[in-house]
């Protein structure tokens, strides 16, 4: 019902049911999704792999970017620009630090990648994020956050990525980056080096989790205890994802409109489609439920950063695996830039003329 809020009807006419039905067509009347056109790209590529601890999922931004997502991007109209790999500083010594592993590597990527998704923003670019893990989503989040202000977040992922460093049981950074960025979870996450440059500035009630299916309990416990909003796959299943994602929309927008950050792991995709990632679970959203979900977001306006992490070519058993998870990470990307599948052309398109 949450459609219904910020809507008073006194009419005694007016029931709340077709006072919803007005609302949202005023929601819809008033909105105008953006054309491709009207968005430009500002890519950054973080090979990073340090945050779990498979070798591999470094070389995710350059096999996306050959399977064309640059021209892709340009053909729908696009602007776009490149800002190149970022690289990140070695550590000869990099200890477990209370369980949680190369800590120093990934406070320090993270750091570069904040100051580098600043830039992007101030440059007035939808920032997209190629992973690399997914602790990348510290420095990318961190970065949108202190440029743009304060963010609404939608995280696709088979896994919540909520353990803190003293709930994890891998010690793997990629499975504990929004126990970093959550105000709500400060007192709960140690002080770890190379971290001192980041605060959190994420609060619970503007994250919303969908296609959730392998929860560790410390991190099932972390979600009911904040109330996070959380469509696993079982209201996956039970809604459909088209409501899903209205109801996405509605909870966001019940206090503020504010920037999206979309951070996408690839492993939210059913493993029949997306194989070739670190930590596959069976029972994913389908191919089509991911372009959806892009649509509906690119839809809004608000879409402001995307992250796409933990392609892995490595993880793939043939040539095919890896092409069908590379070319949904693509299509996930171009549908957060406007490519719908019910097809687009150019603004100034006009027929040949015989
Ligand atoms: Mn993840």
Redesign the pocket.
């Known amino acids: 019902m949450s459609g219904s809020r910020g809507f008073r009807s006194n009419h005694p006419c007016v029931s709340m049911q077709s006072a919803r039905t007005l609302q949202q067509l005023l929601k819809r009347s008033l909105h105008h999704p953006p054309h491709p056109q009207q968005l430009s790209a500002g890519i950054i590529g973080a090979p990073f792999s340090k945050g779990q601890s498979r070798d591999g999922v470094e070389s995710g931004p350059d096999r996306i970017r050959a399977a064309g997502l640059l021209d892709r991007l340009q053909l729908q109209g696009c602007a776009v620009k490149d800002y190149g790999n970022l690289t990140f500083e070695d550590f000869v010594l990099d200890e477990p630090v209370r369980g949680s592993k190369r800590v120093r590597a990934v406070g320090s990527a993270n750091q570069r990648l904040s100051e580098a998704v600043q830039t992007v923003k101030r440059d007035g670019h939808t920032a997209v994020v190629l992973g690399g893990?997914?602790s990348l989503?510290i420095g990318s989040i961190h970065g949108h956050a202190a440029a743009a202000g304060p963010l609404s977040v939608v995280?696709v992922?088979?896994?919540?990525?909520v353990n803190t460093p003293l709930t994890s049981y891998t010690g793997n950074l990629?499975?504990q980056?929004m126990s970093y960025l959550l105000y709500e979870l400060r007192s709960k996450v140690p002080e770890l080096p190379n971290f001192s440059w980041m605060k959190p500035c994420v609060s619970s009630r503007d994250l919303v989790y969908v296609g959730l299916r392998d929860v560790d309990p410390a991190e099932h416990y972390i979600l009911k205890l904040l109330g996070v909003k959380v469509f696993s796959m079982s209201q996956v299943d039970q809604l459909g994802v088209a409501r899903v994602m209205e109801e996405t929309c509605d909870y966001l927008w019940e206090r503020a409109k504010k920037p999206i950050h979309l951070?996408f792991?690839i492993?939210?995709i059913d493993p029949s489609v997306a194989p070739a990632t670190g930590?596959p679970v069976v029972g994913g959203l389908s191919y089509r439920e991911g372009l959806f979900i892009t649509e509906q977001l690119c839809q809004t306006g608000l879409l402001s950063a995307v992250d796409l992490?933990?392609v892995n070519p490595l993880r793939g058993q043939t040539e095919g695996q890896v092409h069908s998870t590379v070319s949904t990470a693509v299509d996930i990307l171009l549908g957060c830039f406007g490519r719908l599948r019910e097809g687009n052309h150019l603004l100034d398109y006009s027929l040949p003329e015989p």
């Open positions: 893990d997914h989503a995280w992922d088979a896994h919540a990525d990629h499975g980056p951070s792991d492993d939210a930590t992490v933990e």
